[in-house]
Structure formats: structure tokens, C-alpha cells
């Protein structure tokens, strides 16, 4: 029976905690558009304004491209210039770290979270120093991921020992 708690945890920490960090994203996006709205900042047409795309680069590197999944759709007005899409594999990442993180927690090995995290910061250190949308992205998933996680292992721990 603990096997089969400790497998839901882990499937409940990694692959449902998708749509949390998503909806999350979501709520932030929202957030900051109603800042800007008050501000009178025009966001429709800012693309830093979206988490998920880094600015555009200058229309003579990308003419001719096609835009990468996610980027403008095919004739609309930016189709010369496409949007990179920034901390690409985040979402297959945030599964692994939610697996990983609810897995520390559930063998007693909480320290082990620092060190997902270390890999993970490390390895898109450049990326977050060169675009400011990418780090507030990665720290907004990060906290969710790691609070999801977190969360259904203690749920799990309360179930299968109490």
C-alpha cells in the first residue's frame, strides 16, 4: 500500500503540478498586465511584456525563418521578425525536478533539493543573465514547482505514516 502512495505522490508531484505552474504563470501574466494597464504602458504590442518569448531580434537575422513553434502565426504582422521562445525544456525540466524534489522529501533526504536546484540554476545561468523576463520566469516555476512538490510529498508522508 505505501508503494502505491509513494507512486501517486510522485505522479501527482510531477505531472500535475504542470497545469499548477502553468495556471501560476498565468496569474503572474495577468497581474503584471493590469500593472501596466494602470501605468499606461501599452502591452499588446511589447513583446517583453510575454514570459514565454524573448524580444524579437532584428528582422535582418530572421528574415526568411519560419517562426518557431509558439511564435507569431503564419500572416500575421510579424512573420519578418520572430520570437524566440526562452527557457526552452522548462516544462520537461519542471517535471524532473517536481519528480525529484517530491522524491528527496519522501526518502528523508531534504538537502538533495539544493542540489536540483544548484544544477538547474547553473545550467541556465547565462540564459538568465542575458534576459531578465527568462530569470523572473525561472524563479516564478521554480517556487511553484518546488511548493507543488513539496506540498503532495508532506501530503504523502501525512497519509502513509499517519
Not at 81 to 90: A, D, K
Not at 148 to 156: D, N, P
Amino acid at each position: 500500500m505505501n508503494a502505491l502512495w509513494i507512486t501517486l505522490a510522485l505522479l501527482t508531484a510531477g505531472f500535475a503540478g504542470w497545469p499548477v505552474t502553468a495556471l501560476v504563470f498565468r496569474l503572474a501574466r495577468t497581474i503584471d498586465d493590469r500593472q501596466d494597464a494602470g501605468s499606461g504602458a501599452d502591452a499588446a504590442n511589447d513583446p517583453a511584456a510575454d514570459a514565454t518569448v524573448d524580444s524579437p531580434a532584428p528582422a535582418s537575422t530572421t528574415a526568411g525563418t519560419a517562426a518557431p513553434a509558439g511564435g507569431p502565426a503564419a500572416g500575421s504582422a510579424a512573420t519578418s521578425v520572430s520570437s524566440v521562445r526562452i527557457l526552452r525544456g522548462g516544462a520537461i525540466i519542471g517535471v524532473l525536478e517536481r519528480l525529484a524534489v517530491c522524491l528527496a522529501i519522501l526518502v528523508g533526504e531534504p538537502v538533495a533539493i539544493a542540489y536540483v536546484v544548484a544544477i538547474k540554476g547553473l545550467g541556465r545561468f547565462a540564459e538568465l543573465k542575458e534576459t531578465p523576463v527568462a530569470a523572473e520566469r525561472f524563479i516564478i516555476g521554480t517556487l511553484t514547482s518546488l511548493l507543488w512538490a513539496a506540498g503532495v510529498a508532506a501530503l504523502a508522508k501525512v497519509l502513509v505514516l499517519g
